[in-house]
């Protein structure tokens, strides 16, 4: 089996911060797009963020933006989603995810091959 391996999930009370990371496992993060997702119960999953680890190109839901950051070791064996400022509608299930081999690098989407099992992250008032 090859996916990648979340972590880092935990419960905050609103405002406060949390750091997942997504390890590589038996992947090979390399010139693919590694993105987080997350799902709500009752809710459909979604696209947080986002990064084509061949340059660096990032993306971010809107919902997120100035209060989330992508990032990588320079080994680009771990990614991370740099969570601040956390609001109780972040609350969900928080998945990493690889493409394959077909992918828009510019905005990292496409096909998703590879999924982690996911880590859960709740947010308290």
């Known amino acids: 089996q090859v996916q990648p391996v979340e972590s880092g999930g935990g419960s905050v009370q609103a405002g406060g911060s949390l750091r997942l990371s997504c390890a590589a496992s038996?992947?090979?993060?390399?010139?693919?797009?590694v993105g987080w997702f997350r799902q709500a119960p009752g809710q459909e999953r979604e696209g947080v963020a986002h990064?084509?680890?061949?340059?660096?190109?990032?993306n971010y839901a809107d919902s997120v933006k100035g209060r989330f950051t992508i990032s990588q070791d320079n080994a680009e064996n771990t990614v991370y989603l740099q969570m601040d400022s956390l609001k109780p509608e972040d609350t969900a299930m928080y998945y990493c995810?690889?493409?394959?081999?077909?992918?828009?690098?510019?905005?990292?989407?496409?096909?998703?091959?590879?999924w982690g099992q996911g880590t859960q992250v709740t947010v308290s008032s």
């Open positions: 038996g992947l090979t993060f390399s010139r693919k797009c």
């Open positions: 990064m084509y680890i061949y340059d660096g190109t990032t």
């Open positions: 995810a690889a493409t394959g081999l077909r992918f828009f690098a510019s905005s990292c989407t496409g096909e998703y091959n590879y």
